[in-house]
């Protein structure tokens, strides 16, 4: 992933959106394109920063506290990265059980502990809403990382980012335009809050078309479809990838969630639903990319890994990249 200089996002240096200092991130509602144009912009200085020095102070003497409720590798891993990787330090609470909470304290007093000791808190909880009710307890920063199957914001941005990086081209020549494609969202979109998050973010662009395909128990909420249709764009519904997947730019593939059915007996029957493997693949473009936001199960065969179009892992980078924009931003320094 070369970086290219000056910055696509932000070609004359502009500076428009700084204005993030002290809030709270909670949904992707929250974002217009320009704030996108901005967190880009951030995110791409600071992979050059990375690239060049791998470590830096801007964030010295700042603490982050993560707390997940709920199982998480990527998030959990690349917010640490993200702040130590600006000179900060982490307050890791990745097993509740061994916190208060089993003693059954409620979100809003860990909340308020925890910003005693912290001057911005992640969360990740399982259930919808719970970001804002931290965000009301606190004073400090709530950043959500996923609150049941509500939403993912940061990684509906770190996904955009990834699009942007891979495939954003506007007709000005910056990268902060996505024109004329077909992102194609496959698998668990009526519990998977990353593909909420990402349908709404992509509404705020003009000119993309939105595939959804998903078992009939499986479908994108209609109150996601109806948020995403008031913006300029178009969207569809499908059982089969076979007619959309010539046509697709971005493949968004993601894992049926296992955890959030209430009959197990319904998860057994869609578990194994769609399989992307190198046969498959054959009718797909060559300059089309293939993202989940993993962990992947079944539904993405590790045959096609190396495949240049298998765009999943470099997504992860990416959200290093992205999560550390956002934790500069809202402590002030961006
Ligand atoms: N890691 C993502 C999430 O937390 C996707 C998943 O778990 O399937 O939502």
Redesign the pocket.
Known sequence: MPTSSPNPYLPFGENKHADWYGKDIISVKQFNRKDLEYIFGVAHEMRGMVERVGTFDLLKGKILANLFY?P?T??SSSFTAAMERLGGSVIPINEVKYSSVTKGESLSDTIRTLECYADVIVL?HPETGSAAIAAKAAKKPIINA?DGIGE?PT?ALLDTFTIMEELGRSSTGTRSGLENLTVTMLGDLKY???VHSLARLLSLFDNIKLNYVSPDILKMPKEVMDEVGAGNISQAEYSSLEKVLPETDVLYV??V?KERFEDPADYEKVKGAYVIEPGMMKTAKQNMIVMH???RVTEISMDFDDDPRAAYFRQMEYGLYVRMALLAMVLGKA
């Open positions: 709920e998480s990527r998030t990740r996923g993912h990684q998977g809050r990353t993601t894992r969630q936001p993993l962990p």
